[in-house]
């Protein structure tokens, strides 16, 4: 493996890290921003998707995501705790500006362990700067709180 195939893992790497605590902590510029401009973002879970596109439908996710956020947090006697984590992150490289991955996560919540699933992404390098071009998550599995 080349130096220049590792800097490139590690990029990549670090983007969905960014995405993961950005999203968590409520910075939803720095969020979308992980995205490239045209980006298509499909949300499945039990058999129903849901694809946001681009920046704009990004932010209407967030939206959405954040109203659900605070109520299920109130219903949590106002225990706003969000994390996501990524694991085995598998990240294979198309040619030297494209790549692909696959990763598992989970989310815990305020109570513990709320869902998981797959990260299956598309990356670019944009002008020195690597995006996610598409992201399919898959909820595969959910705890009732």
């Given at each position: ?56 439908g ?7 995501a ?26 294979s490289?198309?040619d ?12 815990v ?11 299956v ?21 959910r705890?009732?709180?």
């Amino acid at each position: 493996m080349h130096t220049s195939e590792l800097i490139v893992r590690e990029c990549i790497r670090e983007l969905v890290a960014r995405y993961n605590s950005s999203g968590d902590s409520g910075r939803f510029d720095d969020f979308v921003e992980c995205f490239a401009a045209d980006a298509t973002l499909e949300l499945s879970e039990g058999g129903t998707s849901t694809v946001y596109e681009g920046h704009a439908g990004l932010h209407s996710m967030l939206a959405k995501a954040r109203d659900d956020f605070i109520d299920d947090a109130a219903v949590h006697r106002g225990m706003a705790y969000l994390r996501h984590s990524a694991t085995t992150h598998v990240i294979s490289l198309v040619d030297a500006r494209h790549a692909r991955g696959r990763a598992y996560f989970n989310v815990v919540r305020s109570w513990g362990l709320d869902h998981w699933g797959t990260y299956v992404d598309e990356y670019a390098d944009l002008e020195g700067r690597w995006v996610i071009t598409r992201r399919k998550i898959t909820i595969e599995g959910r705890i009732a709180s």
